[in-house]
Protein backbone atom coordinates (compact mmCIF):
# COMPACT_ATOMS: atom_id res chain seq x y z
CA UNK A 1 0.00 0.00 0.00
CA UNK A 2 1.00 3.51 -0.98
CA UNK A 3 1.47 5.26 2.74
CA UNK A 4 1.19 9.21 3.11
CA UNK A 5 4.69 9.82 3.28
CA UNK A 6 5.60 7.71 0.41
CA UNK A 7 2.81 9.15 -1.88
CA UNK A 8 4.11 7.93 -5.20
CA UNK A 9 5.55 4.50 -3.94
CA UNK A 10 8.73 4.64 -4.89
CA UNK A 11 10.10 3.35 -1.55
CA UNK A 12 9.03 0.13 0.44
CA UNK A 13 12.65 -0.81 2.39
CA UNK A 14 14.91 0.32 4.18
CA UNK A 15 16.84 3.21 6.32
CA UNK A 16 15.39 5.45 3.45
CA UNK A 17 11.39 4.36 3.83
CA UNK A 18 9.37 7.76 2.97
CA UNK A 19 11.97 9.27 0.83
CA UNK A 20 11.10 9.25 -2.98
CA UNK A 21 13.47 7.24 -4.90
CA UNK A 22 14.72 8.05 -8.95
CA UNK A 23 12.02 8.24 -11.43
CA UNK A 24 12.05 6.80 -14.88
CA UNK A 25 13.25 10.02 -16.30
CA UNK A 26 16.14 9.95 -14.12
CA UNK A 27 17.24 6.60 -14.63
CA UNK A 28 17.24 7.71 -18.45
CA UNK A 29 19.26 10.45 -17.59
CA UNK A 30 21.55 8.26 -16.14
CA UNK A 31 21.89 5.81 -18.30
CA UNK A 32 22.43 8.19 -21.39
CA UNK A 33 24.21 10.93 -20.64
CA UNK A 34 27.06 11.18 -22.69
CA UNK A 35 30.40 9.53 -20.97
CA UNK A 36 33.18 11.74 -19.85
CA UNK A 37 30.48 14.73 -19.47
CA UNK A 38 31.54 17.91 -17.16
CA UNK A 39 31.24 17.17 -13.40
CA UNK A 40 28.97 20.43 -13.16
CA UNK A 41 26.12 18.79 -14.66
CA UNK A 42 23.63 17.28 -12.26
CA UNK A 43 23.39 13.62 -13.99
CA UNK A 44 26.32 12.17 -14.87
CA UNK A 45 26.09 8.29 -16.99
CA UNK A 46 27.15 5.45 -14.54
CA UNK A 47 30.40 3.54 -16.41
CA UNK A 48 31.58 -0.14 -15.12
CA UNK A 49 35.41 0.24 -15.22
CA UNK A 50 35.85 -3.68 -16.52
CA UNK A 51 39.20 -4.20 -15.40
CA UNK A 52 38.70 -2.88 -11.82
CA UNK A 53 35.25 -5.16 -11.48
CA UNK A 54 37.20 -8.28 -12.61
CA UNK A 55 40.57 -7.56 -9.97
CA UNK A 56 37.82 -6.94 -7.29
CA UNK A 57 36.69 -11.12 -7.37
CA UNK A 58 40.84 -11.73 -6.80
CA UNK A 59 41.54 -9.15 -3.86
CA UNK A 60 38.34 -10.08 -1.93
CA UNK A 61 39.84 -14.14 -2.40
CA UNK A 62 43.06 -12.96 -1.49
CA UNK A 63 41.89 -11.01 1.92
CA UNK A 64 39.40 -13.74 3.21
CA UNK A 65 41.48 -16.59 3.26
CA UNK A 66 44.39 -14.39 4.47
CA UNK A 67 41.84 -13.15 7.42
CA UNK A 68 40.23 -16.78 7.78
CA UNK A 69 43.67 -18.31 7.93
CA UNK A 70 44.89 -15.38 10.90
CA UNK A 71 41.86 -16.45 13.03
CA UNK A 72 42.52 -20.01 12.87
CA UNK A 73 45.85 -19.65 13.62
CA UNK A 74 47.19 -21.50 10.02
CA UNK A 75 50.01 -19.91 7.43
CA UNK A 76 48.96 -16.73 6.17
CA UNK A 77 48.34 -18.74 2.65
CA UNK A 78 47.75 -21.95 1.65
CA UNK A 79 50.80 -24.09 -0.09
CA UNK A 80 48.43 -24.93 -3.03
CA UNK A 81 45.53 -23.90 -5.02
CA UNK A 82 43.45 -25.14 -7.94
CA UNK A 83 42.21 -23.08 -11.16
CA UNK A 84 39.25 -24.68 -12.54
CA UNK A 85 38.28 -22.97 -16.12
CA UNK A 86 34.83 -23.60 -17.80
CA UNK A 87 33.36 -22.36 -20.54
CA UNK A 88 29.44 -22.53 -19.92
CA UNK A 89 26.52 -21.38 -21.78
CA UNK A 90 24.36 -18.16 -21.07
CA UNK A 91 20.86 -18.64 -22.68
CA UNK A 92 19.69 -15.31 -24.59
CA UNK A 93 15.69 -14.75 -25.65
CA UNK A 94 15.73 -11.67 -27.74
CA UNK A 95 18.90 -10.44 -30.91
CA UNK A 96 21.73 -9.10 -28.08
CA UNK A 97 24.73 -8.40 -30.18
CA UNK A 98 27.20 -11.21 -29.82
CA UNK A 99 24.80 -13.85 -29.50
CA UNK A 100 25.34 -16.88 -31.42
CA UNK A 101 23.59 -20.60 -31.96
CA UNK A 102 25.40 -23.24 -29.91
CA UNK A 103 25.26 -26.84 -31.61
CA UNK A 104 26.47 -27.85 -28.53
CA UNK A 105 24.04 -26.20 -26.12
CA UNK A 106 21.32 -26.01 -29.01
CA UNK A 107 20.24 -22.79 -28.68
CA UNK A 108 21.19 -18.75 -28.46
CA UNK A 109 23.35 -18.29 -26.30
CA UNK A 110 26.54 -16.13 -24.90
CA UNK A 111 30.03 -18.28 -24.10
CA UNK A 112 31.09 -16.68 -20.95
CA UNK A 113 34.14 -18.16 -19.20
CA UNK A 114 34.60 -18.61 -15.84
CA UNK A 115 37.68 -18.98 -13.51
CA UNK A 116 36.91 -20.53 -10.22
CA UNK A 117 39.20 -21.42 -7.32
CA UNK A 118 36.96 -24.35 -5.13
CA UNK A 119 33.82 -22.11 -4.60
CA UNK A 120 35.81 -18.66 -5.11
CA UNK A 121 35.08 -17.01 -8.01
CA UNK A 122 37.74 -15.28 -9.82
CA UNK A 123 36.68 -14.63 -13.04
CA UNK A 124 33.30 -14.23 -15.15
CA UNK A 125 34.00 -13.27 -18.56
CA UNK A 126 31.42 -12.31 -20.72
CA UNK A 127 31.92 -13.78 -24.22
CA UNK A 128 30.23 -14.37 -27.91
CA UNK A 129 28.96 -17.33 -28.28
CA UNK A 130 31.17 -17.98 -31.80
CA UNK A 131 34.49 -18.08 -29.32
CA UNK A 132 36.70 -20.85 -29.25
CA UNK A 133 36.20 -22.32 -25.12
CA UNK A 134 40.13 -21.27 -24.25
CA UNK A 135 39.47 -17.55 -26.04
CA UNK A 136 40.96 -14.71 -23.50
CA UNK A 137 41.64 -17.62 -20.49
CA UNK A 138 45.60 -17.02 -20.87
CA UNK A 139 45.96 -13.71 -20.29
CA UNK A 140 43.15 -14.30 -17.61
CA UNK A 141 45.18 -16.70 -15.86
CA UNK A 142 48.11 -14.75 -15.95
CA UNK A 143 46.90 -11.42 -14.47
CA UNK A 144 45.85 -13.99 -11.71
CA UNK A 145 48.82 -15.71 -11.24
CA UNK A 146 50.88 -12.79 -11.43
CA UNK A 147 48.83 -11.51 -8.41
CA UNK A 148 48.80 -14.07 -6.17
CA UNK A 149 52.27 -14.61 -6.33
CA UNK A 150 52.43 -10.97 -5.31
CA UNK A 151 50.40 -11.74 -2.22
CA UNK A 152 51.63 -15.62 -1.80
CA UNK A 153 54.92 -15.81 -3.15
CA UNK A 154 55.74 -19.96 -2.26
CA UNK A 155 52.03 -20.71 -3.36
CA UNK A 156 51.44 -23.73 -5.67
CA UNK A 157 49.23 -22.87 -8.36
CA UNK A 158 47.35 -26.27 -10.73
CA UNK A 159 45.16 -25.49 -13.72
CA UNK A 160 42.30 -27.49 -14.52
CA UNK A 161 40.32 -27.49 -17.65
CA UNK A 162 38.23 -29.97 -19.70
CA UNK A 163 38.96 -30.79 -23.50
CA UNK A 164 38.02 -27.24 -25.04
CA UNK A 165 41.06 -25.75 -23.27
CA UNK A 166 43.10 -28.59 -24.62
CA UNK A 167 45.22 -26.18 -26.96
CA UNK A 168 49.01 -25.68 -27.31
CA UNK A 169 49.16 -21.87 -26.85
CA UNK A 170 47.78 -22.77 -23.36
CA UNK A 171 49.64 -25.40 -22.48
CA UNK A 172 52.62 -23.66 -23.49
CA UNK A 173 51.69 -20.44 -21.71
CA UNK A 174 51.18 -22.19 -18.75
CA UNK A 175 54.24 -23.87 -18.72
CA UNK A 176 56.31 -20.54 -19.33
CA UNK A 177 58.50 -18.70 -16.90
CA UNK A 178 55.56 -15.94 -16.48
CA UNK A 179 53.56 -18.17 -15.15
CA UNK A 180 55.11 -21.42 -14.11
CA UNK A 181 52.27 -23.72 -13.08
CA UNK A 182 51.29 -26.88 -13.58
CA UNK A 183 48.18 -27.78 -15.81
CA UNK A 184 45.93 -30.96 -16.03
CA UNK A 185 43.42 -30.85 -18.80
CA UNK A 186 40.95 -33.14 -20.26
CA UNK A 187 41.85 -34.54 -24.24
CA UNK A 188 38.92 -35.80 -26.81
CA UNK A 189 38.40 -39.64 -27.37
CA UNK A 190 39.82 -40.88 -30.27
CA UNK A 191 41.21 -44.24 -31.95
CA UNK A 192 44.79 -43.94 -30.74
CA UNK A 193 43.83 -42.86 -27.17
CA UNK A 194 41.31 -45.40 -26.91
CA UNK A 195 43.65 -48.25 -28.14
CA UNK A 196 46.58 -46.93 -25.81
CA UNK A 197 44.01 -47.55 -22.80
CA UNK A 198 42.46 -50.45 -23.74
CA UNK A 199 43.81 -53.07 -21.02
CA UNK A 200 43.18 -50.39 -18.33
CA UNK A 201 39.66 -49.95 -19.63
CA UNK A 202 38.86 -53.65 -19.62
CA UNK A 203 40.30 -53.53 -15.90
CA UNK A 204 37.58 -51.17 -15.71
CA UNK A 205 34.83 -52.86 -16.79
CA UNK A 206 35.60 -56.08 -15.23
CA UNK A 207 35.96 -54.07 -11.88
CA UNK A 208 32.90 -52.40 -12.41
CA UNK A 209 31.19 -56.32 -12.97
CA UNK A 210 32.40 -57.59 -10.01
CA UNK A 211 31.37 -54.82 -7.60
CA UNK A 212 28.42 -53.59 -9.44
CA UNK A 213 30.12 -50.25 -8.58
CA UNK A 214 31.77 -47.48 -10.50
CA UNK A 215 35.46 -47.99 -10.81
CA UNK A 216 38.81 -45.68 -11.64
CA UNK A 217 42.14 -47.55 -13.17
CA UNK A 218 44.78 -44.43 -14.07
CA UNK A 219 46.99 -45.43 -16.56
CA UNK A 220 50.60 -43.52 -17.32
CA UNK A 221 51.82 -42.98 -21.06
CA UNK A 222 53.14 -40.36 -23.84
CA UNK A 223 51.23 -38.39 -26.48
CA UNK A 224 51.37 -36.60 -29.04
CA UNK A 225 49.19 -35.27 -31.79
Known amino acids: M ?6 TGQDRSGRNRGKPLACQSTLNRLALTP ?23 LEIFIEQHTQLRRARTFATHPREIAFHLD ?24 RPLDIFCGQDPLCA ?15 RVKRRVT ?4 AWPDVVITLRADSGFCRDNLRRGVGAKTIRSDICLDSQKNKRLITVIGREQHEAKRAFEKS ?5 VFADFTYRT
Request: charged share 25%; glycine share 10%.
Open 35 to 57: RGAKTGRRYQKIVARHSELEQSF
Open 87 to 110: ATDGPVHGHQRGRFFQGYYRTYCF
Open 125 to 139: MLRPADSDARAGSLL
Open 212 to 216: NQASR
Open 147 to 150: RLRQ
Open 2 to 7: VGKSDP
